[in-house]
C-alpha cells in the first residue's frame, strides 16, 4: 500500500463490510488503528495496524473476481446463520463474498470478489450495467407479454417501475432479458402481472462476462482480458457506497 487510505475505504477493500457499515462501526467504536480507536476520516498507512474488533484486519493485494453457476438453493450471502450460503458452499481459499444477488430459486451466473469498490461500480443501478436471462414460463409466451415485459411494468408490490429493457422470445414458452437494474425478484414480479409464472430462471452474462459452459456449482478466475474490458467498462461509473444485499 503505496498511499494512505481511508478507514472506511480500507475496511471495504479488506472484505470487512461495506464502507457504510464500516462508518457504523467506526462510530461505534469497534475499529482500532494502531491500538486507538478510530475516528471518521482516519487514514491508514503503510505498516499501520487495523483491528475489526479483536481481528486483525489485512488489505488483500491479490485482486480476486471469479465467476460461479450457482445451483438453485444456494443463497447469495456472507451470513454463516444460513446454512445455505455461497461463501461456504465455494470455500474459496481467501474472503470473498458475491457481487449482488440471485435469488435462491433461480441458478446461473454469480460473480465473487474480495473488491469493495467493484462491488460498488457493479452494483449501482445508476451505472446501467446489463445483466442477461434465459425465463423458461408455464405457457406459451404471446407478443403482448414480449412487448409488455419489454416497455417497462409497474410493481404494486414495490411500488416502481421497472425500466424498459430488451426481450426476445426463444421458444415457445422461454425468452431472453437483458436488464439494467436488479429490484428484488424483479423477473418473477414482472412476469405475474402478466399472468405468468416463471419455471426456471438462469442468469447467462453479466456485462462482459459470460457464464458460458461453466458447470453447475464450479467456478473461475475471470480471464485477464474479461477483467481489462471489464475495468474498461467500469471506469466512468460511480463507485458510492451502496447497501449490499448479500
Same mark, same amino acid.
Given at each position: 500500500?503505496?498511499?494512505?487510505?481511508?478507514?472506511?475505504?480500507?475496511?471495504?477493500?479488506?472484505?470487512?463490510?461495506?464502507?457504510?457499515?464500516?462508518?457504523?462501526?467506526?462510530?461505534?467504536?469497534?475499529?482500532?488503528?494502531n491500538?486507538?480507536?478510530?475516528?471518521?476520516?482516519?487514514?491508514?498507512?503503510?505498516?499501520d495496524?487495523?483491528?475489526?474488533?479483536?481481528?486483525?484486519?489485512?488489505?488483500?493485494?491479490?485482486i480476486?473476481?471469479i465467476?460461479?453457476?450457482?445451483?438453485?438453493?444456494?443463497?447469495?450471502?456472507?451470513?454463516?446463520?444460513?446454512?445455505n450460503?455461497?461463501?461456504?458452499?465455494?470455500?474459496?481459499?481467501?474472503?470473498?463474498?458475491?457481487?449482488?444477488?440471485?435469488?435462491?430459486?433461480? =441458478?446461473?451466473?454469480?460473480?465473487?470478489?474480495?473488491?469493495?469498490?467493484?462491488?460498488?461500480?457493479?452494483m449501482?443501478?445508476?451505472?446501467? =450495467?446489463?445483466?442477461?436471462?434465459?425465463?423458461?414460463?408455464?405457457?406459451?409466451?404471446?407478443?403482448?407479454?414480449?412487448?409488455?415485459?419489454?416497455?417497462?411494468?409497474?410493481?404494486?408490490?414495490?411500488?416502481?417501475?421497472?425500466?424498459?429493457?430488451?426481450?426476445?422470445k426463444?421458444?415457445?414458452?422461454?425468452?431472453?432479458?437483458?436488464?439494467?437494474?436488479?429490484?428484488?425478484?424483479?423477473?418473477?414480479?414482472?412476469?405475474e402481472?402478466? =399472468?405468468?409464472?416463471v419455471?426456471?430462471?438462469?442468469?447467462?452474462?453479466?456485462?462482459?462476462?459470460?457464464?458460458?459452459?461453466?458447470?453447475?456449482?464450479?467456478?473461475?478466475?475471470?480471464?485477464?482480458?474479461?477483467?481489462?474490458?471489464?475495468?474498461?467498462?467500469?471506469?466512468?461509473?460511480?463507485n458510492?457506497?451502496?447497501?449490499?444485499?448479500?
Amino acid at each position: 500500500m503505496s498511499e494512505p487510505v481511508r478507514i472506511n475505504k480500507y475496511l471495504s477493500e479488506a472484505g470487512v463490510c461495506s464502507r457504510r457499515e464500516a462508518d457504523r462501526q467506526i462510530e461505534a467504536g469497534r475499529v482500532t488503528i494502531n491500538g486507538q480507536v478510530a475516528s471518521m476520516g482516519d487514514k491508514v498507512y503503510a505498516g499501520d495496524v487495523v483491528k475489526f474488533g479483536k481481528k486483525l484486519v489485512s488489505k488483500e493485494e491479490e485482486i480476486i473476481l471469479i465467476a460461479m453457476n450457482k445451483p438453485s438453493g444456494i443463497v447469495c450471502t456472507s451470513e454463516k446463520r444460513e446454512k445455505n450460503n455461497i461463501v461456504d458452499y465455494v470455500n474459496y481459499p481467501k474472503r470473498i463474498y458475491p457481487i449482488g444477488r440471485l435469488d435462491k430459486d433461480s =441458478h446461473g451466473l454469480i460473480l465473487m470478489t474480495n473488491q469493495g469498490e467493484l462491488v460498488n461500480k457493479m452494483m449501482r443501478s445508476g451505472n446501467f =450495467h446489463e445483466k442477461e436471462y434465459i425465463v423458461k414460463v408455464n405457457r406459451e409466451i404471446t407478443e403482448e407479454f414480449i412487448h409488455g415485459m419489454a416497455s417497462g411494468v409497474y410493481l404494486k408490490e414495490l411500488d416502481a417501475s421497472t425500466r424498459p429493457c430488451q426481450v426476445e422470445k426463444i421458444g415457445k414458452r422461454t425468452f431472453r432479458v437483458v436488464l439494467t437494474q436488479g429490484m428484488n425478484r424483479q423477473i418473477r414480479r414482472m412476469c405475474e402481472v402478466f =399472468h405468468y409464472r416463471v419455471v426456471d430462471l438462469k442468469r447467462v452474462r453479466i456485462m462482459n462476462i459470460r457464464l458460458g459452459d461453466l458447470k453447475e456449482g464450479a467456478y473461475r478466475k475471470v480471464t485477464k482480458e474479461e477483467w481489462k474490458e471489464l475495468r474498461e467498462q467500469i471506469k466512468d461509473s460511480s463507485n458510492e457506497t451502496v447497501i449490499p444485499n448479500w
